[in-house]
């Protein structure tokens, strides 16, 4: 089945710089990559995904890479601000169908 | 459209007791997905459901663990009788087309 790993586990910015979660897949059916935000005591919520036929995507801050070759798929927050600060997730889905999510990375943003 | 709801949002309880936990998708969506979060073990699928119809329980821990969805709009995770590993925050999250949509869970506790 699918396998998804997610790095770094934390990650600590200074307001205003970027950040950026790297994940690698390994199934090459997989074809929607997803990425979830969830904050203290509450579900996963979607913030962007990318399908597998585009090479980046971009919503104001928030911008997603997938290299499909190489299987990875990256997570970019730009200017990043204190409410940016919360657990990230990246999940696959593939041809199980359903998605398999990343162990997760705490980003935690510095005023 | 409310979301995806789930209930009850806290439940703690005593070992060897029957705990159901209940969601209720949104409306239109034909895929319904039980995850269990762990801080050891991140997000785990249980199983998922495409049209009411169990498709892909792999992920139940053990045969403790049951879940029924009768009609579109519900859908129950029980657990007979409960341990204290059980302890997690349980998600149930529903798709349409594409996107996944996570409920905001419930916290079970046992002791």
């Known amino acids: 089945g699918e396998n998804v790993e997610q790095h770094p586990s934390t990650l600590s910015v200074q307001e205003g710089d970027s950040a950026v979660i790297k994940c690698t897949y390994s199934d090459s059916a997989s074809n929607y990559f997803p990425w979830y935000k969830q904050e203290l005591g509450k579900g996963p919520q979607l913030i962007i995904d990318i399908r597998s036929n585009v090479g980046e995507k971009k919503d104001q801050r928030i911008a997603v890479t997938l290299n499909k070759t190489a299987k990875h798929f990256s997570l970019h927050i730009t200017e990043t601000q204190p409410e940016d600060s919360a657990v990230y997730f990246c999940?696959?889905?593939?041809?199980?169908?359903?998605?398999?999510f990343g162990s997760g990375t705490q980003l935690t943003v510095l005023p | 459209d409310a979301g995806v709801i789930q209930s009850p949002r806290h439940e703690v309880t005593e070992m060897g007791q029957e705990v159901t936990l209940r969601c209720k998708p949104i409306s239109g969506h034909d895929y319904l997905f039980w995850y269990r979060q762990t801080m050891m073990r991140g997000l785990e699928l249980l199983i998922y459901?495409?049209?009411?119809?169990?498709?892909?329980d792999s992920g139940m821990p053990e045969d403790r663990f049951s879940a029924k969805m009768p009609n579109a709009s519900f859908s129950t995770l029980k657990i007979q009788p409960s341990e204290p590993r059980d302890s997690a925050v349980y998600f149930c999250?529903?798709?349409?087309?594409?996107?996944?949509?996570f409920g905001q869970g419930t916290r079970l506790t046992v002791v």
């Open positions: 999250a529903s798709r349409g087309d594409s996107e996944a949509f």
């Open positions: 459901f495409n049209n009411n119809v169990p498709i892909d």
């Open positions: 999940a696959a889905r593939g041809s199980a169908r359903q998605l398999t």
